[in-house]
């Protein structure tokens, strides 16, 4: 029986897709409501394992094999919730929850409201999302300004182990829709995970390291990448701010002001297309409310406005440390 | 392989759905495979007499149960949603609703399965099933509601006293999912009061205590949703009804756009039972669907009913059907009235005049009562509209909220001075 197998009741370290697998292991123990459906997550344990070894225990009737059909599982999941189930759904890729995109948008953010507030949707939809693994189309992609601009989603991206353990259990326990986007190029980046010490609430922007000279701010994957920038900045003698979304809708501006306040410079980095982004909102949030303290203007470094290119040209796309120094520099020179 | 294809072209002709009857030829061939239509199941002859259809015969069984009583209520329920139809258009001609759906001529089909439904059954409409909603106790003001402007919903769907009747569905198809999700819980319910953990692919199904039904159009079978919705009722063998009302028309578009088969054939390739019955007479509805959530329920898997009907009214008040549809169509049809044709039913029964009087009046005050209910629904208040976007709080929802009282008090100020 492997670590993924067994409750965690220690601190140890895991990859982020098995400390995604213990979370999921223990929401279901807690709750008999919590069903989770997709793709493969059956005896697979989905294509990146992140359901291994839930269906030998929990049943096929709680790790629920589906047909291959994105608007039914998630129109399903809707129904379930219903019928008062925790339906806890995996998209197998970013790129294939465009054909649920209706339910999502149209019925599942909507219904809450549309109910004046009788019917709940708990309703996690888990999004292993982004680049840096050399897939093929539809594989690699950032999808979340569609559903951060949807009212009634929420929308979540753990960057390392230890929030991934929790900030499952906390979307699932939310009685709101959550879209949770996993970084699937980090899913073997071990980190500590501890059982015992309940992360931030799962709205909370967290600043991962502490500096003066200039406000970095992402998710998911790009927070490894912020590091990196920080690292390679502190040998120059800059040092950076290093915020971690974690919330993408709700975002979670109050450090972020706080940050800027102190270093009057704003970088913010995604690997989606700049036009309409996250960032974008970020940065115009922040120009609203930070107006006279900042030093320069607030910057954004994304993906090109294309579609996310052949897996040959991924590294070209996506932005890495030394795009992220490039915008540090241009706002320390401004 | 030509001769046939000519063959099936011309069949593919002969079936093309001839609205002015009941769209049923006896006997085809396609592509060498017979596929003979049985008659659609009718109880009732245009009339009214009773003349059970070869077809009924199967289906008898289940009006055994029913008293004359039972019947008079069904001819209540009609005449009273006809009357608050008829309402409702005029409230819009008066430019009291913004629109309105009519569902004049859809009743009988409607009243039949609405009363076969169990207590315990949950229905997901689309936004033209009055009868049904009407039938499960939902207040007819709740209905307009949203043609009021006043909600995007109109009635409390965790009120026990509307019958599990679901919300309105716009984005047609959508519901189908959803029912097909709720069938599924169905099914989960079962199994873990039976202390079962498998859902197998393959698996028979199980009993379930209670059975789910999905109402919609000739249209709306063209949705993916629709053929995904059978798909996983047939996959999980969930307690899930399929009603689709052919009407004959989506809109302007006649069923021939939308398919060159009888629809319920598609029902019979995911595994459905599935059968075409004459959607203006109760009594087949009553029957069928009976029968058919007694099998979903015994665990023996989702059916599909085809209600062969007709739109008499406009799709909605935005809408001119003599710009596409003939008006000796719409004749043929209103000979088959289902309330005019229940009549004749129970006046076969021997129910007199003053039954019939006394209905008409009834449905006459309760349409006028909808009306004033209609006109006096309170508006919402602004805070309505970040109320319940989620259930948990939201800061964004607070912001803006907070916003627009402090925005709104200034300009109050500002009008003053």
């Given amino acids: ?334 | 392989m030509v001769r046939q294809i000519r063959e099936n072209d011309v069949n593919i002709r002969m079936r093309t759905y001839p609205l002015v009857t009941l769209g049923w030829v006896s006997a085809t061939t396609t592509f060498g495979v017979d596929m003979t239509d049985p008659e659609p199941i009718r109880f009732l002859d245009d009339e009214g007499r009773y003349a059970p259809s070869e077809t009924a015969a199967a289906f008898e069984g289940e009006l055994e149960g029913l008293d004359l009583d039972d019947l008079m209520q069904w001819y209540r329920d009609m005449a009273a949603v006809r009357a608050f139809d008829t309402e409702c258009t005029h409230l819009q001609r008066q430019g009291q609703l913004a629109l309105w759906a009519p569902s004049v001529g859809q009743e009988g089909g409607q009243v039949g399965i609405a009363h076969a439904a169990q207590a315990e059954d949950h229905l997901f409409p689309t936004y033209r099933e009055h009868t049904v909603a009407y039938v499960r106790g939902v207040d007819l003001v709740g209905i307009a509601g949203q043609f009021r402007g006043v909600t995007h919903g109109g009635w409390d769907v965790t009120d026990p006293s509307n019958g599990n009747c679901h919300l309105y569905t716009l984005v047609l198809g959508s519901q189908a999912q959803h029912a097909a999700g709720f069938a599924m819980g169905q099914v989960l319910d079962a199994k873990r009061k039976a202390g079962s953990d498998s859902l197998a692919p393959g698996e028979a199904g199980v009993p379930t205590e209670g059975a789910t039904i999905v109402f919609y159009g000739d249209g709306t079978t063209s949705e993916g949703d629709v053929s995904e919705s059978m798909v996983f009722a047939s996959s999980f063998q969930s307690p899930l009804l399929h009603v689709m009302q052919n009407n004959s028309w989506a809109i302007s578009v006649p069923v021939a756009r939308q398919s060159r088969t009888p629809i319920y054939r598609r029902a019979l390739g995911f595994g459905l039972r599935a059968v075409q019955i004459d959607g203006n007479d109760p009594l087949a509805g009553y029957a069928v669907a009976k029968r058919f959530l007694a099998e979903a329920r015994a665990g023996n898997g989702p059916g599909y009913i085809e209600a062969l009907t007709y739109r008499m009214g406009a799709h909605t008040t935005s809408d001119d059907p003599t710009r596409y549809r003939e008006s000796d169509e719409l004749e043929s049809w209103r000979r088959r009235d289902p309330i005019v044709r229940f009549e004749g039913y129970l006046r076969e029964r021997g129910v007199g005049d003053d039954f019939f009087e006394e209905a008409a009046q009834q449905a006459d005050e309760i349409a006028k009562t909808a009306r004033e209910g209609i006109l006096t629904m309170p508006e919402p208040g602004r805070d309505a509209m970040f109320e319940h976007v989620y259930s948990e709080p939201h800061p964004l929802m607070d912001a803006q909220r907070e916003w627009l009282e402090d925005y709104e008090a200034a300009m109050n100020e500002g009008g003053q001075a």
């Fill in chain 1, 1 to 334: 029986m492997s670590e993924a197998h067994i409750s965690l009741t220690e601190r140890q370290s895991l990859p982020i897709s098995k400390a995604i697998n213990a979370g999921l292991r223990a929401a279901m123990a807690a709750d008999e409501r919590v069903v989770l459906m997709g793709e493969d997550i059956g005896p697979l344990g989905g294509v990146f394992r992140v359901t291994d070894g839930l269906q030998r225990d929990f049943g096929s009737a709680r790790v629920i094999d589906t047909p291959l059909a994105e608007a039914g599982i998630v129109g399903s999941a809707i129904g379930l919730a219903m019928a008062g189930y925790r339906p806890v759904v995996e998209i197998q890729f970013d790129g294939f929850v465009f054909p649920a995109f209706n339910q999502i948008v149209t019925q599942l953010a909507k219904l809450t409201s549309r109910t004046d507030g009788k019917q709940s949707m708990p309703v996690v939809i888990r999004l292993p999302y982004g680049g840096h693994i050399g897939a093929v189309e539809h594989h690699q992609e950032s999808p979340e300004a569609y559903f951060a601009h949807t009212a009634g989603l929420r929308v979540v991206a753990p960057s390392n182990a230890h929030d991934a353990y929790w900030m499952i259990q906390q979307a699932i326990k939310s009685d709101d829709p959550v879209i949770f986007m996993e970084p699937k190029a980090k899913y073997w980046q071990k980190g500590e995970v501890d059982p015992h010490a309940l992360a931030a609430p799962l709205h909370r922007t967290a600043v991962v390291r502490a500096g003066s000279d200039c406000t970095v701010v992402g998710f998911g994957a790009m927070v490894t990448t912020l590091l990196q920038a920080a690292d390679l900045a502190a040998s120059e003698g800059t040092t950076l701010e290093v915020l971690d979304l974690r919330s993408i809708s709700p975002i979670d501006y109050d450090p972020i002001l706080t940050s800027v306040q102190k270093t009057g410079r704003l970088v913010v980095a995604q690997e989606a297309q700049g036009n309409a982004s996250v960032g974008s909102e970020i940065a115009a949030t922040v120009a609203e409310r930070a107006f006279y303290a900042l030093q320069a203007p607030p910057l954004r470094v994304s993906g090109f406005d294309v579609p996310f290119p052949p897996a040959k040209l991924e590294g070209v796309y996506l932005p890495d440390a030394d795009r992220v120094l490039e915008a540090v520099d241009r706002a320390l020179d401004y």
